[in-house]
């Protein structure tokens, strides 16, 4: 039996796994990823990642890649509802538009791009970064002491064993990790069972011109979402199946599963290969806890969301957005072990309410949602990008109000707890959006006559052995020589902060903490360092 260590092992090696291992190894930590599988995933699945999920991609170098993958998605723009792709439309209607509106938002775009191709650009980098991946390796079992996780783990010639600091479980809604700690997950649960069903063949043909992003099926052969890929050689179509009428997945062999998709299609022309079938339940269930002990829960582990809305792919590569750096700062010794408290404080509010999102979503489009529930839907960017989260990771404001759980991103100004706002700067003399200056350290952007906070930055971190840069923002400047210039003056408002006051953002571009103005007794780098401490759970 062999034997390894490493400072932190990734059970499961799919979206969230893999997002998981490239944030980590981005700040610096050596991990190790196990998935069962022999490779990446080969069926399509998760499809669109808003832009706040791009923001994340883009701080670790792969959005751009993305973005080129992508390409042939651009025009899938129309979500439609047909009996068959060759015959009568029943509504057509033209989504995700007004994505140029963004600018003042983002620099990030929504992008459409199948699981089973985005996973691979996230394996190469990892690769990149040095992650050690392990495909064809199955988690058979671990053992938590106060010191660690001992994991055992199955290979194709025998087992091993891997001594880490934490275990990440990423292994998806039927979570083998999950099941092991008996986390019991609140919710509504089980809505309804699914297969979907990747399949090839030639569409050009039927689809002209056209290009959708869903389609909507249904006529007397078969009910179901369809969504073609970029290439018009195949895709995927998503059919239900009910336990309760005798129905079961071994109903659904390679003939059954062409002939579904034949009548879809609606064209004897289309010969149909069956690629794979993938199972999955449509559920709203959230675990009671997202971190147990040196075992922590993200992505479908830690909660379940129904697909309306697209939010469960991109609310598990936020999971482990959140979590990556703090465990950066508790392995490398930056941080308490507390902090890592913080992850289920403010990761599993957001499950719950984006799990919910996801309920009402689906009540909506089905024509079953009440007066009172249409009016709790909330739009996309709202949930992805309007988060607040509360935590002691967070220094709320002395008599500020505190922002509500979720809100139109538009409408924040840099409170402690929200994403910190997009601004477009200049740093010797190129443009800058403020968003690529978050991802690694801490950041502390002073205004204009902040200078006394900037030199704070640098003693605090000194004193807490951190990595921090300290930055002032001057209206007209061109920036140079740590200051950063504000051509248009929107740091200020954007910001929520004086001209002699500061903002502290996190490693994963949320804000920490706030002063509006100078330092009253003047020991700025004393109430700094105290921030710090409470941040990183330092007492």
Known sequence: MSSSETPVLIVGGSLVGLSAAVFLAHHGVACTLVERHPGTSVHPRAVGYYPRTCELLRQVGLEEAARQEASGFENHRTRAGVESLAGKVLFSREELRGEDALDDLTPSRLLLLPQDRLEPLLRARAEELGVRLKFGTELLSFAEDPNGVTAVLGYGTGTGTVRSSYLVACDGPRSTVREALKVPRQGRGVLSRHVSIAFGADLSGVLGERRYSVVHVKNPQVTGILVHDDTLTGGTLIVGFSPEDGESLDDFTDRRCAEL??????????????????????????????????????????????????????????????????????????????????????????GIYTAGQGSLQLAVRSGSATPEQQAEVADELTVTMGQAVRSTAVVPEVGGEVPAHASDPRSLRGEPGTRAPHVVLRQGGAQVSTLDLFGRGFVLLAGERGAAWVRAGVVAAQRLGLELEALRVAQGSAGGDGVLGDPEGRWTMAYGAGPEGAVLVRPDGFVAWRAHGAEPAGDESGALTEVLRTVLARR
């Not at 909660?303 to 392995?331: C, E, Q, R, S």
Request: charged share 15%.
């Open 261 to 350: 998709v034949s009548a879809a299609i609606g064209s004897p022309h289309a010969a149909v290969t069956i690629r794979s079938r993938f199972p999955w339940d449509m559920a709203e269930q959230v675990a009671e806890g997202f971190v147990h002990g040196r075992v922590l829960l993200a992505g479908d582990a830690a909660h379940v969301i129904p697909p309306t809305g697209g939010y469960g792919a991109n609310t598990g590569i936020a999971d482990a957005h959140n979590l990556a750096w703090k465990l950066a700062m508790v392995v490398k010794g930056s941080a308490g072990a507390a902090l890592l408290d913080t992850y289920d404080t403010e990761r599993r509010p957001i």
